[in-house]
């Protein structure tokens, strides 16, 4: 009778002591390793005129300077752009002298859309082109011509490389536009510059 005690005391005083254990649990923390993308671009219109730096914090970003296309008799083919009297008037001059350079800003690979904000004026059509310029540049251009209207945004190019010296790597941009049978206009539109992440 005395052993049967015993041995129930030290089972209750064994459970006891369990209970009073701190549980073995256990708990996760994430751990979060940010660096934002960052889709800038710089482009440069020719004689550096009308330069504008363009980030991923400025919406829809800065303007660059005024372009016109000019056709004197109405009906004229592949006229190239050339900048408003207001920034020089300097113009395009194929390849050699393209209207659009860019040079990737930010921290990624970068694709690039062109896009009119409205219709152009009846009798009107633009085309553009692109080129890669520079050692190493391995970014996706452009050839031939595409059409550049507001329906749908044009790819100029694709996988535009970082590079800690923008001299190495650029995309040349090319527009030219035809006239047909138009008189007597003078209207304005909108090209956005969209840029995305290409990796």
């Not at 009073?20 to 005129?49: H, K, R, S, Y």
């Not at 363009?54 to 800065?62: I, Q, T, V």
């Not at 970068?110 to 190493?136: D, E, R, Y």
Request: with cysteine.
């Amino acid at each position: 009778m005395v052993w049967k005690h015993f041995r129930l005391i030290v089972f209750v005083a064994a459970f006891i002591a369990l209970a009073a254990m701190p549980l073995a649990e256990w708990a996760n923390t994430a751990v979060i390793f940010n660096v934002p993308v960052d889709t800038g671009f710089t482009i440069t219109l020719p004689l550096g005129a009308g330069e504008a730096n363009a980030s991923s914090a400025s919406d829809p970003g800065p303007a660059t300077a005024d372009i016109n296309f000019t056709c004197v008799t109405g009906t004229c083919t592949r006229v190239e752009p050339c900048l408003t009297t207001a920034f020089g008037g300097s113009c395009q001059a194929g390849a050699a002298v393209p209207i659009f350079q860019y040079t990737n800003a930010g921290n990624v690979n970068l694709s690039m859309t062109l896009i009119f904000n409205s219709s152009l004026p009846s009798g009107i059509t633009v085309g553009v082109n692109s080129s890669a310029s520079g050692v190493g540049n391995n970014a996706v251009t452009i050839g031939p011509e595409i059409p550049l209207n507001n329906s749908m945004e044009a790819m100029i190019f694709q996988e535009l490389n970082t590079t800690a010296s923008p001299a190495c790597c650029s995309i040349n941009v090319t527009l030219y536009a035809n006239f047909t049978s138009v008189s007597g206009l003078v209207e304005q539109r909108l090209i956005t510059h969209n840029s995305t992440n290409a990796n």
